[in-house]
């Protein structure tokens, strides 16, 4: 049921790159020491129990972060259990460490970071904040992806992916569809990944960001042509949209009262099949998918709604039955 995909090569991300980033306003204490390692995932860790020596199940895939409670633990140390501890800390090998609140910690945890070749970084942010701004960095880096070939539009505020078959008309209908006010993500090549709780995220590859190809045309700059209102960076997919050329012998939706979905790196979409032939107005079809998806978030099904009807009619019609033909 889903158009083509393929998967994307895992990323590489180094400690330098996050000394880069401005928003997690971190800088290095150890000056170049371990800014070369690489980190393996988007998952944190609070070393207290490591730092009260038991390591039996230490995430050592992890960066460390050290807050105002493991510092002030830390500094309660006599010195050389203090280094103690931090030797036997840096010694399990994690990406680095990252103290947060400006702290300054202790000599021996630069000394023993020296040692064992590890970066240790200090931001200005809470321990909250840090945390969730590096989930923030890091989740949409290392999630599952992979490429679709279609066309995302925010519509209404849904990410609606088109899909279907080459030339069959997605950019035009994508086109179509910004012209009305809507807002395009990304056209021919869609980057999709998977954030927590399944929720999947598209977007465009660098290079050809808000372009489109239309054939017969060419290429256009939608940003140029429709301003920056006509485009986002990044948008959920919510609903996927297959457009297909029409067949006669096929049985299409009529309905919709079973809901149709696919799958998307492992996570369930609802999928809207819409079949091709003169005269269709896609635009405004895919407007009403929009606004459908919208009322079935808050609740509302048009399709059970008119099934619940006909049924009540059903049932007083049968009641009506009965009293006129009961003769006794």
């Known amino acids: 049921?889903?158009?083509?995909?393929?998967?994307?090569?895992?990323?590489?991300?180094?400690?330098?790159?996050?000394?880069?980033?401005?928003?997690?306003?971190?800088?290095?204490?150890?000056?170049?020491?371990?800014?070369?390692?690489?980190?393996?995932?988007?998952?944190?860790?609070?070393?207290?129990?490591?730092?009260?020596?038991?390591?039996?199940?230490?995430?050592?895939?992890?960066?460390?972060?050290?807050?105002?409670?493991?510092?002030?633990?830390?500094?309660?140390?006599?010195?050389?259990?203090?280094?103690?501890?931090?030797?036997?800390?840096?010694?399990?090998?994690?990406?680095?460490?990252?103290?947060?609140?400006?702290?300054?910690?202790?000599?021996?945890?630069?000394?023993?970071?020296?040692?064992?070749?590890?970066?240790?970084?200090?931001?200005?942010?809470?321990?909250?904040a840090f945390g969730q701004s590096l989930i923030e960095y890091l989740e949409p880096y290392f999630a599952p992806m992979t490429t679709v070939h279609g066309a995302l539009v925010d519509v209404y505020g849904v990410g609606l992916l088109f899909t279907g078959r080459s030339g069959i008309g997605k950019s035009e209908t994508a086109l179509d569809l910004v012209e009305r006010g809507h807002r395009l993500v990304a056209d021919d090549v869609v980057t999709a990944y998977r954030m927590r709780r399944g929720v999947i995220m598209g977007t465009s590859n660098t290079i050809t960001q808000h372009f489109m190809e239309i054939r017969g045309v060419g290429i256009i700059d939608v940003t140029s042509m429709f301003g920056i209102r006509s485009i986002r960076v990044r948008k959920r997919i919510e609903v996927v949209v297959n457009l297909e050329d029409w067949n006669s012998d096929e049985v299409y939706e009529r309905t919709a009262l079973d809901e149709k979905t696919t799958t998307l790196l492992d996570a369930e979409l609802p999928y809207v099949r819409i079949p091709i032939n003169p005269g269709k107005n896609l635009t405004v079809i895919s407007e009403v998918v929009a606004l459908r998806h919208l009322l079935k978030v808050v609740g509302i099904n048009p399709a059970s709604i008119l099934n619940q009807r006909v049924l009540e009619v059903m049932k007083e019609g049968e009641k009506v039955r009965y009293r006129r033909e009961d003769y006794e």
């Open 1 to 128: 049921m889903m158009a083509s995909t393929s998967p994307l090569k895992s990323r590489v991300l180094l400690i330098k790159n996050l000394v880069e980033q401005v928003d997690l306003k971190l800088s290095p204490l150890t000056g170049e020491t371990g800014l070369s390692r690489k980190v393996a995932n988007a998952e944190t860790n609070r070393p207290g129990l490591a730092l009260a020596g038991f390591v039996e199940r230490f995430s050592s895939n992890r960066i460390q972060i050290l807050g105002e409670t493991e510092l002030t633990y830390l500094n309660s140390l006599p010195s050389d259990q203090r280094r103690a501890s931090l030797d036997r800390l840096f010694g399990l090998g994690f990406p680095c460490m990252v103290i947060t609140k400006g702290m300054d910690p202790p000599r021996e945890l630069s000394e023993s970071a020296e040692r064992f070749d590890t970066a240790v970084l200090v931001t200005s942010l809470t321990t909250d």
